[in-house]
T-cell receptor
Framework: SAVISQKPSRDICQRGTSLTIQCQVD?????MFWYRQQPGQSLTLIAT?????????ESGFVIDKFPISRPNLTFSTLTVSNMSPEDSSIYLC??????????FGEGSRLTVL | KQEVTQIPAALSVPEGENLVLNCSFT??????LQWFRQDPGKGLTSLLL?????REQTSGRLNASLDKSSGRSTLYIAASQPGDSATYLC???????????FGKGTRLSVIA
């Protein structure tokens, strides 16, 4: 398995502000994945964070809105910029271990007022 | 484009009952399939991973089967308990370089 720590676990933010979510993994990984889960919905991949290169974003997600940093092989951050109520979601960090098994952090629950 | 469907969306059963959750996917050329559990407001816990060459995987009271040709997987939970109450998510990966595609989940309630 994998130990993945996320901060903050939850936050309430004002419209127009930005929030940075941190993800720390217990050992080195090449790729880290950021997902979003909107209320009552399933998970959608935002981007793949590779160490030493720019993140790869999925359709519908852009770097200006969701900038990602990956300074080393155990850490990544996701920033949600210029937030609106539609950004209220659970944001999840994940990594692969073993034979292609995906493990998730506890998630960061964001509420935008 | 891969699509994953889970039926039913919600299920309520009495404690002790055996139950089956269903997952179907449109593209049968998958790399692997993974079942997760999610408690309210929390992250996902991996339950079982089935590689494309496998037919089933078991962990305790859980058994997951895979039928690639028909694009289906089932998660069997034996002797259900109130602690099994959660949302169960199925996710499929088409290749080693593609991300998981998730279903919307089945919300399970086990009543004591």
């Amino acid at each position: 398995s994998a130990v993945i720590s996320q901060k903050p676990s939850r936050d309430i933010c004002q419209r127009g502000t930005s929030l940075t979510i941190q993800c720390q993994v217990d050992s080195q990984v090449t790729m880290m994945f950021w997902y979003r889960q909107q209320p009552g919905q399933s998970l959608t991949l935002i981007a793949t964070a590779n160490q030493g290169s720019e993140a790869t974003y999925e359709s519908g997600f852009v770097i200006d809105k969701f900038p990602i940093s990956r300074p080393n092989l155990t850490f990544s951050t996701l920033t949600v910029s210029n937030m609106s109520p539609e950004d209220s979601s659970i944001y999840l960090c994940s990594v692969y271990r073993g034979p292609g098994e995906l493990f998730f952090g506890e998630g960061s629950r964001l509420t935008v007022l | 484009k891969q699509e994953v469907t889970q039926i039913p969306a919600a299920l309520s059963v009495p404690e002790g009952e055996n139950l089956v959750l269903n997952c179907s996917f449109t593209d049968s050329a998958i790399y692997n399939l993974q079942w997760f559990r999610q408690d309210p407001g929390k992250g996902l816990t991996s339950l079982l991973l089935i590689q494309s060459s496998q037919r089933e995987q078991t962990s305790g009271r859980l058994n997951a089967s895979l039928d690639k040709s028909s694009g289906r997987s089932t998660l069997y939970i034996a002797a259900s308990q109130p602690g099994d109450s959660a949302t169960y998510l199925c996710a499929v990966r088409n290749s080693g370089n593609t991300p998981l595609v998730f279903g919307k989940g089945t919300r399970l309630s086990v009543i004591a």
